[in-house]
């Protein structure tokens, strides 16, 4: 069955340096793959989407790569700020279902 | 435009008895799909709605229904409810079917005892 890993739980980085996150995904070839960001206690926030025929996609200061051969996803916030502090989702769908992976708690402290 | 909203957000039921939760999407979108929250599975995908048909479901079982009115507005209801069934339910919305991403409401937090 298809199986969606992010790298670890949860990633703790210094205010300004660039957090990167990765998105696995096995068993399947999704066209594209979606980014949502979700603050405790509240609903998942769409970030970014990027479709199989796109490298690279940037949105201010986020950037999502799609490596269809690595079957990979990587999802880099640069300057990053105490703000961004929230769990972060990967969602590569299949048969039009959103499989959500079980995220990455991205840590930015001061 | 207001965004996706759900009701009640907060919910305390009893093991046995069923449940149900209400979404509005946002204005114009038409597909709704609910979703399942736990600590140790995370996200789950249980159903989408699109012109008040189910075109996709999830791995759950039948005591997990839904519908979708000609306005768009979804409920989905739980039957025999268990204590597993404790969870956030995320109702989300988008313009259509696949491909489009999604706005999700604040969630319904369920607690079965």
């Known amino acids: 069955s298809q199986k969606i890993e992010q790298n670890s739980e949860a990633l703790n980085i210094q205010e300004g340096k660039t957090a990167t996150l990765t998105c696995n995904y096995t068993?399947?070839?999704?066209?594209?793959l979606q980014w949502y960001r979700q603050d405790p206690g509240r609903g998942p926030v769409f970030l970014l989407l990027?479709?199989?025929?796109?490298k690279e996609k940037r949105k201010e200061r986020l950037k999502v790569t799609f490596d269809t051969t690595l079957k990979q996803s990587l999802f880099h916030i640069t300057a990053s700020q105490p703000a961004d502090s929230a769990t972060y989702l990967c969602?590569?769908?299949?048969?039009?279902?959103?499989?959500f992976g079980t995220g990455t708690r991205l840590q930015v402290f001061p | 435009k207001a965004g996706v909203t759900q009701t009640p957000r907060y919910l305390i039921k009893t093991r046995g008895q069923q449940v149900t939760l209400s979404c509005s999407p946002i204005s114009g979108h038409r597909s709704v799909s609910w979703y399942q929250q736990t600590p140790g599975q995370g996200l789950q995908f249980l159903f989408e709605?699109?012109?008040?048909?189910?075109?996709n479901k999830g791995n759950f079982p039948g005591r997990f229904s839904g519908r979708q009115f000609s306005n768009s507005r979804s409920e989905m209801n739980v039957s025999t409810l268990e204590l597993g069934d404790s969870a956030l339910y995320l109702c989300?919305?988008?313009?259509?079917?696949?491909?489009?991403?999604?706005?999700f409401g604040p969630g319904t937090r369920l607690t079965v005892t």
């Open positions: 989300a919305s988008s313009v259509g079917q696949g491909g489009y991403e999604q706005y």
């Open positions: 990027i479709r199989e025929n796109e």
């Open positions: 969602a590569p769908p299949r048969a039009d279902k959103l499989i």
């Open positions: 709605y699109f012109s008040e048909t189910q075109r």
């Open positions: 068993n399947y070839s999704p066209a594209y």
